[in-house]
C-alpha cells in the first residue's frame, strides 16, 4: 500500500463513519417520534463516542499526511469493491474549509447554515465532482457534498476556527478563523 492507497483509505473510513452516524441519527428520530426516550438517549451516547472517535481518525490522517512534504492526492484513485459503490472518490473535507471560512465571513462573519452552504457551493463547483452530487444512502434527501461541508464544519468548530456556542443553525467565525483564513487563503488558491 502506498502513501496515496493509505489517504484513500482515510477517507473510506471517514465516509464509513459517516454512514454509521447517519444511520444512528436516523434511527434516534425514529425513537423520539415513538417516545422511546431510552433508545433515543442510548442512541444519542453512541453518536457522541462515534463524533469522538471520528475526531481521532481525523487526527491520525492529519499527522499521516504531515509525514510527507508533499499533499498527497486522493483523486484518481479508485478502490475495486465487490457490487459496492467505488469509495474514497469525494471531494475531500480539507477542501471546503477556507471556501466555508470564507463564505461565513462574506456573509458578515455569522449565517445561517443554508446560506452558508449555498454560497461555499458556489466556491467549489470547480472542484465538486459528480459522486459529491450523489445522495447519500442512509439520507436520499442529502447531498454527498453537503454532508462533507457540516462535517467539516464540525472540525472547524472543534479546532476553534468557527464558533462552538453559536444558536443551532448558525455558522460564526472566530478570531482564530479569520486568523487561519487570511493565512492560508494564499496558499489554498483563492
Do not use: C
Amino acid at each position: 500500500m502506498d502513501k496515496n492507497e493509505v489517504n484513500t483509505a482515510f477517507e473510506i473510513l471517514l465516509e464509513e463513519i459517516e454512514e454509521v452516524f447517519n444511520t444512528i441519527s436516523k434511527e434516534g428520530e425514529e425513537s423520539f417520534k415513538t417516545r422511546d426516550f431510552d433508545k433515543a438517549k442510548t442512541l444519542i451516547e453512541y453518536g457522541e463516542r462515534l463524533k469522538y472517535f471520528r475526531e481521532k481518525v481525523k487526527t491520525l490522517q492529519r499527522e499521516w499526511q504531515t509525514i510527507f512534504s508533499e499533499r498527497i492526492p486522493t483523486r484518481g484513485q479508485k478502490r475495486r469493491t465487490k457490487g459496492r459503490l467505488e469509495r474514497g472518490l469525494r471531494t475531500p473535507e480539507e477542501s471546503y474549509v477556507i471556501p466555508i471560512i470564507e463564505s461565513v465571513i462574506e456573509l458578515g462573519g455569522k449565517a445561517e447554515m443554508k446560506d452558508v452552504l449555498n454560497l461555499a457551493h458556489e466556491k467549489m463547483k470547480n472542484i465538486l465532482n459528480s459522486y459529491d452530487y450523489e445522495p447519500l444512502p442512509s439520507n436520499p434527501k442529502q447531498k454527498r457534498w453537503e454532508n462533507t461541508a457540516q462535517w467539516a464544519r464540525n472540525t472547524m468548530v472543534n479546532e476553534g476556527l468557527l464558533a462552538k456556542d453559536s444558536p443551532r443553525g448558525i455558522w460564526e467565525i472566530t478570531d482564530k478563523g479569520r486568523k487561519f483564513y487570511e493565512e492560508n487563503k494564499q496558499s489554498m488558491g483563492l
